[in-house]
């Protein structure tokens, strides 16, 4: 089995699809979509495009994902920014969207070619909201990972990717398609046999321009992101 992974999709519809149409070219036999969908400037439509392969893909629950569905806010100590995107990103999605994002699951484990067995989590093994960086401390990062019996851990969340061992696991962040940091394009990878770490270029003004039409809060932000995505730390 040959896999695609996307991850932190983050309501960037142009990003999406232009992601889905690579990989089409790319003859994969399973998608797997690493969480945080629709937090973001596009939810409905990011969602509605998701919506046709829900019995397709394999979809796992970013930390977004839980907090758009449970209308996470500042009662649970979000900043304003976080919050109010928070609540504009469920208004704008239907019952079903918010029952699929809240009962998804946090894990998932795939055989793939070449690479043998491969877990899918968000963040970390244990919280769908640690980070695991390209830099953070092996010292830091053992804890979140003794209880994986596989070889190959996928996860995202910090938008940056990266292929690194960790003593004897092999730790891959396939990146952020629709928030990169660091990339001038969609962030995802193929497994099987290899691991490939792709970045599909996409048309970023026109997709800032479509953004800055909508109604979202802080859109200005965001596109800015889509311009000039942000160097985040290492
Ligand atoms: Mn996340």
């Not at 629950?61 to 907090?67: F, I, M, S, W």
């Not at 969207?97 to 809240?102: I, P, Q």
């Not at 067995?117 to 003794?146: C, K, Q, W, Y």
Request: with cysteine; charged share 30%; proline share 5%.
């Amino acid at each position: 089995m040959r896999v695609a992974t996307i991850y932190d999709i983050h309501a960037n519809y142009s990003a999406l699809k232009a992601v889905l149409e690579e990989i089409r070219k790319a003859k994969v036999d399973q998608i797997v979509v690493g969480g945080d969908l629709a937090w973001g400037p596009e939810p409905r439509q990011v969602m509605e495009l998701l919506m046709e392969y829900k019995d397709e893909f394999i979809f796992i629950r970013g930390n977004v994902d839980r907090e758009v569905s449970y209308r996470h806010g500042k009662e649970q100590g979000l900043d304003d920014f976080t919050a109010e995107l928070n609540h504009w990103c469920a208004d704008q999605l239907t019952e079903e969207h918010l029952r699929f994002l809240k009962n998804l699951p946090k894990k998932k484990t795939l055989n793939i070619d070449g690479l043998g067995e491969v877990l899918f989590v968000h963040g970390s093994p244990r919280s769908d909201e640690e980070a695991i960086r390209i830099n953070t401390n092996e010292n830091e990062i053992r804890p979140m990972i003794e209880n994986v019996s596989q070889d190959i851990i996928v996860c995202g969340h910090t938008h940056i990717q990266f292929d690194r061992m960790v003593d004897d696991k092999r730790i891959i962040n396939p990146g952020s398609v629709g928030l990169q940091s660091r990339a001038n394009g969609a962030c995802w990878a193929i497994l099987g046999p290899e691991v490939e770490l792709k970045v599909t270029p996409y048309d970023t003004k026109s997709a800032s321009e479509r953004i800055l039409k909508t109604n979202t809060p802080y859109k200005e932000d965001f596109a800015e992101h889509y311009l000039n995505p942000p160097y985040e730390g290492p």
